[in-house]
């Protein structure tokens, strides 16, 4: 079955430290990918989405991922994190154009001063 | 534009009673979907609208129905609600499915007794 796997239900960085936040997904096709962002009590925001143009995606509050096809990743980085970075964020993937955005179970980013 | 508007925000109800969700977009969108949030379990669809006038199931249908009232209103209903229900219901909408961001709306906060 098509899925989407967040490796991580929790990650603490100190504040200016690099942000890694993981995510596989299953599938033979490159499907679309996007990462969203929750902050405490609000819906979800879209950081970046990744639709088969450039493997590297910016995206908002200097956030960008990289699509790699051999290794069915795509990977949620920040060269140097800050407090406001504080948040759940979710991978999501759609494996066609005509099905709906697969999400995963979240990781939620502390940042630690 | 208010972008996905969701009523009412919170919401108690004893068990076997039945409430309606509402949500609405003024941005023109095809598609609209619902999820729940629980901790731990990300966001997991209900049911979705891909255009006015047709419904599907999600991953988790059990216990509720819809209604895409126009192209701008799709309600969300629980007729007898169970304990389990216990959630945050989000809507969303996007241009079509899959390839299209989706936008959310702020939640309602719904708690079964």
């Known amino acids: 079955a098509q899925s989407v796997t967040q490796l991580g239900s929790h990650v603490s960085v100190s504040e200016g430290a690099l942000v890694l936040l993981r995510c596989n997904y299953s599938?033979?096709?490159?499907?679309?990918l996007f990462w969203y962002v929750q902050y405490p009590n609000q819906g979800l925001q879209l950081l970046l989405k990744y639709t088969s143009a450039a493997t590297l995606v910016k995206g908002i509050n200097g956030f960008e991922a990289e699509f790699k096809k051999s290794e069915t990743s795509f990977h949620l980085t920040k060269p140097s994190a800050h407090m406001s970075d504080a948040a759940e964020y979710f991978c999501?993937?759609?494996?066609?154009?005509?099905?709906?955005?697969?999400f995963g179970k979240g990781t939620r980013l502390s940042v630690i001063a | 534009n208010a972008g996905v508007t969701q009523t009412p925000k919170f919401q108690v109800l004893k068990t076997g009673q039945s409430m309606t969700l509402q949500c609405a977009q003024d941005m023109n969108h095809n598609s609209m979907y619902w999820y729940r949030q629980d901790p731990g379990m990300g966001l997991r669809l209900i049911y979705y609208?891909?255009?006015?006038?047709?419904?599907d199931k999600g991953e988790v249908p059990n216990g509720y129905n819809v209604s895409r009232l126009n192209k701008r209103e799709f309600s969300l209903r629980l007729e007898s609600a169970a304990p389990s229900q216990t959630s945050v219901y989000f809507c969303?909408?996007?241009?079509?499915?899959?390839?299209?961001?989706?936008?959310f709306g702020p939640g309602t906060r719904l708690t079964v007794l």
């Open positions: 599938s033979s096709v490159p499907p679309y």
């Open positions: 999501a993937v759609s494996f066609s154009g005509n099905t709906p955005l697969v």
């Open positions: 609208s891909a255009s006015e006038g047709t419904t």
């Open positions: 969303a909408s996007s241009t079509a499915s899959g390839m299209n961001e989706q936008f």
